[in-house]
């Protein structure tokens, strides 16, 4: 009897399982799961998102769909259509474009259920939205090199212009339409936003411990009074620290100090202060965090912690060692001046040289090393840096129990303003396809040569950094950099971003527009009264970055030329 109950329900279950597949046919027949397959790419071969795919019988639509982020779609039509097809491809700031699906395919669909049809190529639209996104971009970047126009205001006037155009310029002409505030989202990078939150609330913790005031005291002790040797401590303190500490905060902390150990030596403070702000634009190429422009390189390009530090630090290094042989010769008469030295002003720096709250340093310590090597090897289990620096900032947060209040104002919310309002105006030129026509045009000069591609990427960089601000630049060369490295032969290991890396930051020390880390030195310099003017910071500057870029530039080629 049991072996008969077991058979007879092995027996209900199959009746069953027969029944539901034969229904669930029945359905897919009635409710016409008839499928076309494809994929929409603009001219670069980039997959086009958001793409409005109709399939259109007799001039009638019949079924829709969108594509999806990487350019595919997947539309459903009823049983059995009469053929023959059109499929229609819209997308703002594209061209229409119509593919006919011819009566044989659409036959066929009833024995296969799906077609895969070829791919799609949209052709950009140069109206009205393309030329006022472009020069909207334009008005972010003179604002952005004028002085007396702060950052974060200019890439809000771009954004707010942008907006409304879109929503109110639209009311008059629907070819005004730039993009909406939901699209605007997509290109706001939060990966990077949240990766400087996280190291400026880490920072502060370290900053309230007065381990930069040691260190720079450290340097003079260290020099034995030798100016020559303090200047080449300094600048390499100031290049390691920049190497895990964002550059601008690098200089905040430094160039304080610097201008008081100046002034107790008898040394003009901007014989020290000029090649410590050209060494920490270096130092932070060679890591993820070290600069503003690397994270965004690795934010769009995936390259790890790991992969900077490994791929770049020789050649910085190589350009550190370029930059101190510089400036000791350039400064070699401010460094042979032997001025009264002050006791009183040395003696309030070794006030102030001494470590305030050890414990929390060592705190810092112990959670700084967690996430360097999380940083280091996190992003092969997919944690990301933003991650990793949000978890350390917390873990220490919790562990030395600060006044919560004045660590979260301690976070330069006006850097992440302007963060968000750049990515907006970036985006709104690539949305329109300006950064296409660049990086196909750049595309057509380079051809499939990756030396070209490479040395194009470099001194373009470099060379645009000295008249436009590096960060604004980096984030609009990243979509054409991505498109180099995917259709130039080779360019698949990531050396055009690390081009990009090198040629935007050592870019930087060409002229005091260059790098947010420069103005940052020039204002606090200007304020105890030693003004770093755009001529002299030229002057200076522009040498040392055909010195510097030349040296890393024979680092890269011999890195993923010759070695590979």
Known sequence: MPKVRWLSAAALILIAAILVLSNARAQTNESGKQMLTGMVQDEQNQPVSDASVSLLAAGEPIARTKTQPDGHYIISLPRNPSGPLILRIERTHFQTTEMSVDADSVADLSERQALVLPAVTLKRQIGPAFWIATLTFLLVLALIAHSGFHNTLAALVGATTIFAVSYLGTLLDKRLFILDFPLSLRYIDWNVIFLIMGMMIFIAVVERTGLFQWLALAAYRASGGHFWLLLAILMLVTGVASAF??????????????????LALGVHPLALL?????????????????????????????????????NLTPGVLLALFGLIVYSEITYREDLRRKGEVSEVLLEKLRERAHIEEPGHLAKAAIVGMGMLLLFLFGEKIGL????TALMGATALLVWIKPDIEEMIEAVDWTTLVFFIALFIDVGAVQEVGLMSLIAQGIGHVVGGHLTLAMLAVIWTSSLLSTVIANIPFTAAMLPVVGYLTATVPGAQNKALFYS???????GGNGSLIGASANMVTAGIAERAGYPITYKYFLKKGFPALVITTGLATFWLLLRFLVVG
């Open 245 to 262: 500490l964002d550059n601008v905060t690098t200089m905040l902390l430094m160039t304080p100090i610097t201008i008081q150990i100046a």
């Open 274 to 310: 000029m090649p410590e702000v050209m060494a920490s634009n270096i130092g932070g190429i060679s890591t993820l965090i070290g600069t503003p422009t690397n994270i965004l390189i690795g934010s769009y390009g995936h390259i790890s912690f790991d992969a900077f530090l490994k």
């Open 384 to 387: 990301l840096p933003s991650v």
């Open 500 to 506: 990009l890396s090198v040629g935007s930051a050592m």
